[in-house]
């Protein structure tokens, strides 16, 4: 689902998006011990942050960003989180970039890369 939830977004498709985001998040609690639980909370909060983003709710996008990143996974070690929604708020808020942002940011990329508009260190996904 969170894959569908991610194609979903990138396709325009907003609201199926969200559906699948939200589906996701509901389901998770029952699989905590999945090996992929940590991606999918990260997948499914990146889905709905972009979305607050999209509607101008930057709060509710800070929330989800902090929560995206707040569950290990293997992938998010090995290869960091997706930076989209980070560089959504960065983009949206440059005049006034908020703290939550720039440390959710700096936790796992080159701060001055993100807000250059260009991560070099890690490849940006999603």
Request: positive net charge; charged residues 30%.
């Amino acid at each position: 689902m969170g894959e569908a939830a991610k194609q979903s977004f990138a396709a325009g498709k907003v609201e199926d998006a969200r559906k699948y985001a939200q589906e996701l998040l509901t389901l998770l609690p029952s699989f905590r011990q999945d090996q992929e639980y940590g991606n999918a909370v990260h997948d499914a909060n990146l889905t709905l942050g972009r979305i607050a983003v999209r509607e101008g709710r930057l709060d509710d996008a800070k929330r989800n960003l902090i929560d995206s990143v707040g569950t290990p996974s293997a992938r998010l070690m090995d290869y960091g989180p997706s930076m989209s929604l980070a560089k959504d708020l960065l983009e949206k808020e440059r005049s006034r970039v908020s703290w939550t942002t720039l440390r959710c940011v700096r936790s796992f990329g080159n701060l001055d890369d993100w807000t250059n508009g260009a991560n070099r260190s890690r490849r940006a996904r999603f």
